[in-house]
């Protein structure tokens, strides 16, 4: 498994596993809707934002997204064909490296609030903790999780 930073010409194959997705499914037109087009996509790639493409033989089989300023993992999408690959666990793993490495120390992500969906297991997996539910806005009703920076321990 090969995971690389995305680069812009990996916009529309972002877009290709977004979809291919069948929990969370979400069009093009649906996500469109959302204001996540190919444009706002390469913008926040180009500020505060860092994506990470997994690669498994060759073939883009998953994607994550973070944002520095708001110290969030904003998704993490692998083609069905290639789930429990280890694709989701390594792109968390560089969403995190990534976010741990603008000094911060705490950070989170939303998803649905449906404890039998498997991103929500995978997540607590991960050791993220669930916080709360959404109660208000745009993301009314998912759920919330947090991850803290691991406090160093001398060894010794």
Request: net charge negative; proline share 4%.
């Amino acid at each position: 498994m090969l995971v690389r930073v995305a680069q812009s010409t990996d916009i529309e194959t972002m877009f290709d596993i977004r979809t291919s997705v069948t929990e969370n499914h979400q069009s093009r037109e649906e996500i469109a809707a959302l204001g996540i087009t190919p444009d706002s996509i390469a913008e926040m790639l180009a500020t505060d934002c860092r994506a990470w493409i997994a690669e498994l033989e060759g073939q883009p089989v998953g994607f994550a997204i973070a944002n520095a300023t708001e110290a969030a993992i904003f998704g993490v999408f692998v083609r069905p064909a290639f789930a429990g690959k280890g694709a989701g666990r390594a792109l968390m793993q560089a969403a995190e490296t990534w976010l741990w490495s603008q000094e911060l120390d705490e950070i989170s992500l939303l998803t649905g609030n449906d404890p039998s969906l498997r991103a929500y297991g995978f997540y607590q997996h991960l050791d993220w903790r669930l916080t709360e539910v959404v109660a208000e806005g745009e993301y009314a009703g998912e759920a919330k999780f947090i991850k803290r920076r691991q406090p160093y321990e001398p060894a010794g």
